[in-house]
């Protein structure tokens, strides 16, 4: 069995839009263009929704609304799916992971997104057994069930008991998931136990603490920490952006790289790669560095 990796992920995903020519969407994606994969995205947004679609539509597009997402999308600058077009017309030979999940979400490919390709086991090694190799059809599987009968009904007593315990119990899971996602939430606190983290190009996602020292995006696998997790967001901004809030606390934090280019985040603390710490945005990085309207890196406010 061949290892599953982040280049066979691309291969095998690229194979199936090559064979189907975007199957479901083929009349967006046969010939595809940035507008057209735009408005693939669009036709989908409200019907294909698995498991883990979410995750890699909010990856891609960053939305700052659950409530309009749909609109965010139909704003999305068809310049952001360049990357997309030149790898499906074979321009590129390879792309990134956020791009790569959205073009398997966009035909259907299963398992996805990468993070679920990679622990799966590889469908095109799996050896299937027909009439042919066994002169016999095999019987389908029969799926495992505790009971072949329903339990006896439970005494009135017994199960106003069953009741309230349930929904305790359901209660404190809800309070819990609540603290884990308040912004509020207390980032020093300690770390989960043996569960860690990695720094996915704009985000944070859970992985595996065996991998460490490194994730496979190269960065530091550290753990668990659910305030990073959930609230620091690398995301590209433009003059609509709210960057502040009512009483004048900044909601956009930044830093310059490297390369001297500004990068913002949603949330204060330290730089996920180079560790640095990240300052508040100020009016005067606004106008330096900002762009005056969406989708034009080059519209910057002249003296």
Same mark, same amino acid.
């Given at each position: 069995?061949?290892? !599953?990796?982040?280049?066979?992920?691309?291969?095998?995903?690229?194979?199936?839009?090559?064979?189907?020519?975007?199957?479901?969407?083929?009349?967006?994606?046969?010939?595809?263009?940035?507008?057209?994969?735009?408005?693939?995205?669009?036709?989908?947004?409200?019907?294909?929704?698995?498991?883990?679609?979410?995750?890699?539509?909010?990856?891609?597009?960053?939305? !700052?609304?659950?409530?309009?997402?749909?609109?965010?999308?139909?704003?999305?600058?068809?310049?952001?799916?360049?990357?997309?077009?030149?790898?499906?017309?074979?321009?590129?030979?390879?792309?990134?992971?956020?791009?790569?999940?959205?073009?398997?979400?966009?035909?259907?490919?299963?398992?996805?997104?990468?993070?679920?390709?990679?622990?799966?086991?590889?469908?095109?090694?799996? +050896?299937?057994?027909?009439?042919?190799?066994?002169?016999?059809?095999?019987?389908?599987?029969?799926?495992?069930?505790?009971?072949? +009968?329903?339990?006896?009904?439970?005494?009135?007593?017994?199960?106003?008991?069953?009741?309230?315990?349930?929904?305790?119990?359901?209660?404190?899971?809800?309070?819990?998931?609540?603290?884990?996602?308040?912004?509020?939430?207390?980032?020093?606190?300690?770390?989960?136990?043996? +569960?860690?983290?990695?720094?996915?190009?704009?985000?944070?996602?859970?992985?595996?603490?065996?991998?460490?020292?490194?994730?496979?995006?190269?960065?530091?696998?550290?753990?668990?920490?659910?305030?990073?997790?959930?609230?620091?967001?690398?995301?590209?901004?433009?003059?609509?952006?709210?960057?502040?809030?009512?009483?004048?606390?900044?909601?956009?934090?930044?830093?310059?790289?490297?390369?001297?280019?500004?990068?913002?985040?949603?949330?204060?603390?330290?730089?996920?790669?180079?560790?640095?710490?990240?300052?508040?945005?100020?009016?005067?990085?606004?106008?330096?560095?900002?762009?005056?309207?969406?989708?034009?890196?080059?519209?910057?406010?002249?003296?």
């Amino acid at each position: 069995m061949e290892p !599953k990796t982040s280049k066979s992920y691309q291969e095998e995903v690229l194979r199936k839009y090559k064979r189907e020519k975007g199957g479901e969407m083929r009349g967006y994606l046969a010939e595809p263009t940035r507008s057209q994969i735009r408005d693939a995205c669009i036709y989908l947004f409200n019907r294909r929704k698995e498991k883990y679609d979410d995750y890699i539509l909010n990856r891609f597009f960053q939305f !700052k609304s659950d409530e309009n997402k749909l609109r965010e999308i139909q704003n999305f600058g068809d310049g952001r799916f360049r990357s997309i077009e030149k790898f499906l017309k074979g321009e590129v030979k390879k792309t990134s992971t956020k791009n790569i999940n959205l073009i398997s979400w966009l035909i259907d490919f299963h398992p996805r997104p990468y993070e679920e390709y990679s622990k799966s086991e590889n469908s095109n090694f799996v +050896q299937k057994i027909t009439k042919q190799d066994t002169g016999a059809e095999t019987p389908p599987k029969k799926p495992f069930t505790i009971s072949e +009968q329903p339990p006896p009904p439970l005494e009135k007593k017994k199960r106003r008991r069953l009741i309230i315990t349930i929904s305790i119990a359901f209660g404190a899971t809800l309070l819990t998931i609540f603290a884990l996602n308040n912004p509020f939430y207390d980032s020093n606190s300690p770390p989960y136990e043996n +569960q860690c983290m990695a720094w996915a190009d704009t985000v944070y996602i859970k992985v595996d603490c065996d991998m460490q020292p490194f994730s496979e995006f190269g960065t530091k696998v550290e753990p668990l920490d659910a305030s990073r997790l959930n609230n620091l967001k690398k995301v590209e901004v433009n003059m609509a952006t709210t960057f502040f809030a009512e009483d004048g606390k900044p909601m956009i934090w930044y830093s310059k790289n490297k390369e001297g280019v500004i990068e913002f985040f949603t949330a204060p603390g330290l730089h996920p790669i180079t560790g640095e710490t990240l300052k508040k945005i100020t009016p005067y990085i606004i106008e330096t560095y900002v762009p005056v309207h969406i989708q034009q890196s080059d519209s910057f406010l002249k003296e």
